[in-house]
Antibody, heavy 116, light 113 residues
Framework: EVQLVESGGGLVQPGGSLRLSCAAS????????MNWVRQAPGKGLEWVAN????????NYVDSVKGRFTISRDNAKNSLYLQMNSLRAEDTAVYYC?????????WGQGTLVTVSS | DIVMTQTPLSLSVTPGQPASISCRSS????????????LDWYLQKPGQPPQLLIY???NRFSGVPDRFSGSGSGTDFTLKISRVEAEDVGVYYC?????????FGQGTKVEIK
């Protein structure tokens, strides 16, 4: 069974940093593209970033470029999102999701709140 | 960025009745190099992460009931529920994955009358 479990969310002040993790199991992690998708409270879904199976290609939505970094450790079956220079508008539930152009598997999400 | 526009934004449906949601993209979602159209539909039930319903316009994901169907081409797409059930409540999103950044529609909230 495919499982994705996010962690690392919490309350952080504007300008601060946070690192999210997504632990994957039930499939060969190193074979799949992985994504981060976020959802602000009461709002819709926004794709944030994705990363190629070998980590050689990374893509970001413009609003996080230069502030967020997606990475992965295939030996640990883990996906990460390093978030720096956080802003109030980054407040959201962050989901990790598997695959490239189709997202069939999602984690339960982790809440990031940026507030002073 | 490709803009995805869903209509309506909310829908109230009597159980057993059909429902239809439209999604329009600002550019064609047909990738000529492989002939595929990259438009998916997701349902987010209350308090849950999104779940994939339909991929590449009309392909039902594993385990999705056959009352859900997708159609369309180019820039105009439709998700149809032939007979709405109580468990179908939630917010439906279309997603394009032909061009980065991937973009979602605003969502259509479906409730039961």
């Amino acid at each position: 069974e495919v499982q994705l479990v996010e962690s690392g969310g919490g309350l952080v002040q504007p300008g601060g940093s946070l690192r999210l993790s997504c632990a994957a199991s039930g499939f060969t992690f190193s074979n799949y593209w992985m994504n981060w998708v976020r959802q602000a409270p009461g709002k819709g879904l926004e794709w944030v970033a994705n990363i190629k199976p070998d980590g050689s290609e990374k893509n970001y939505v413009d609003s996080v470029k230069g502030r967020f970094t997606i990475s992965r450790d295939n030996a640990k079956n883990s996906l990460y999102l390093q978030m720096n220079s956080l802003r109030a508008e980054d407040t959201a539930v962050y989901y990790c999701a598997r695959d490239g152009r189709v997202l069939p598997y999602w984690g339960q999400g982790t809440l990031v709140t940026v507030s002073s | 960025d490709i803009v995805m526009t869903q209509t309506p934004l909310s829908l109230s449906v009597t159980p057993g009745q059909p429902a239809s949601i439209s999604c329009r993209s600002s550019q064609s979602l047909l990738l000529h190099s492989d002939g595929k159209t990259y438009l998916d539909w997701y349902l987010q039930k209350p308090g849950q992460p999104p779940q994939l319903l339909i991929y590449e316009v009309s392909n039902r994901f594993s385990g999705v009931p056959d009352r859900f169907s997708g159609s369309g081409s180019g820039t105009d797409f439709t998700l149809k529920i032939s007979r709405v059930e109580a468990e179908d409540v939630g917010v439906y999103y279309c997603l394009q994955t032909i061009q980065l950044p991937w973009t979602f529609g605003q969502g259509t909230k479906v409730e039961i009358k």
